[in-house]
């Protein structure tokens, strides 16, 4: 079955950096996109990105431009989010979730990763 | 980008009775060369990752119980719960994934009356 496994929760300085990552399973890793997706607390879903398993490409959105970088190893089917110049605004549970394409509906979600900016 | 915005923020529904979500889109997420509208509607329980439930606006996912449907077309949208289960009590978000950045409603919280 479809599984995208996220690594665990981490709490950061501001000014830091995080890396999460996102372990997929149960299909063939470069035939579906990657998109992040970040939840701050009691708030809604903003999406972030997507990358493309298959070459590496990424579309990132205009707010994290600069400061996100997504990456994946094909090698052990794991994409990864690298989010930098960490504020107390980038506290938020991030989700990984699959789709087929970078403009269709996501039909898998990763489990969240929480990722707390405190100093 | 494409903002939408969903209606009402909360609603409280009694068990076995009809709910009923609006979502709009600032612009038209019907693609013509297809006919199809780039609208999705998830579920997101507490502490939980959203489930997809709808895709292209009214295509149910496999495995979710017929008593949730989904309708509208362009801009205008509705996801319906036709009898309300105890289950069902969750934020309930549509999504426009017409263009990139793509973009969510605000979410609308469903509680038991």
């Known amino acids: 079955q479809v599984q995208l496994v996220q690594s665990g929760a981490e709490v950061k300085k501001p000014g830091a950096s995080v890396k999460v990552s996102c372990k997929a399973s149960g299909y063939t890793f470069t035939t579906y996109y990657i998109h992040w997706v970040r939840q701050a607390p009691g708030q809604g879903l903003e999406w972030m990105g997507v990358i493309i398993p298959s070459g590496g490409s990424t579309s990132y959105t205009q707010k994290f431009q600069g400061r996100v970088t997504m990456t994946r190893d094909t090698s052990t089917s794991t994409v990864y989010m690298e989010l930098s110049s960490l504020s107390s605004e980038d506290t938020a549970v991030y989700y990984c979730?699959?789709?087929?394409?970078?403009?269709?509906?996501?039909?898998?979600w990763g489990q969240g990763t929480l990722v707390t900016v405190s100093s | 980008d494409i903002v939408v915005t969903q209606s009402p923020d909360s609603l409280a529904v009694s068990l076995g009775e009809r709910a009923t979500i609006n979502c709009r889109s600032s612009q038209s997420v019907l693609h013509s060369s297809n006919n199809k509208n780039y609208l999705a509607w998830h579920q997101q329980k507490p502490g939980q990752p959203p489930k997809l439930l709808i895709y292209w606006a009214s295509t149910r996912e496999s495995g979710v119980p017929d008593r949730f449907s989904g309708s509208g077309s362009g801009t205008d949208f509705t996801l319906t719960i036709s009898s309300l289960q105890a289950e069902d009590v969750a934020v309930y978000y549509c999504q426009q994934y017409y263009t990139t950045p793509l973009t969510f409603g605000q979410g609308t919280r469903l509680e038991i009356k």
């Open positions: 979730a699959r789709a087929a394409s970078m403009v269709t509906y996501f039909d898998y």
